[in-house]
């Protein structure tokens, strides 16, 4: 795990939203605010929330998909935090799946993102993380059994 100078790992919590489509299974993605990069929803810890609450939270909020969400992460990934003034630290992100069973028509950061159903191929080639990528694959290929 990378560490900064300080020896502070920034953490966060995502969400993979899911569904089985043809017997092969899809994820949703949306695009970053700021640079539209396909990502999957994410956020900051909580404190009235556990983590994989806090992560459905995310989902509702930015992709606008509500469902069964495991209470146990799949993995985590690690990715450099950028910050408005230049700086970059690491954040470990605990990815937990999210079965989606309401798709909405209206949510918070609808006119903020575009969200996009693809195969978990697809998914994959479009994240720019390698660890991220990895992680959908590694679910796609178990079945979606993690």
Known sequence: MSKTPADKTLRQIAALP???????????????????????????LMMDLSDHLAAAQEA??????????????????????????????????DVYPLEVLIQLGSWPELHQRTRQWMSAEEAASSVDEADLAALIRTFADTGARI
């Open 18 to 44: 899911w569904r089985m489509r043809g017997g092969k299974i899809e994820v949703l993605l949306v695009t970053s605010r700021e640079t539209k990069r396909w990502v999957i929803a994410k956020g900051n």
């Open 60 to 93: 509702y909020e930015e992709a606008g998909v509500q469902g069964d969400i495991s209470p146990s992460p799949m993995g985590s990934y690690v990715y450099d935090k950028r910050f408005k003034d230049g700086r970059a630290l690491p954040c470990v992100v």
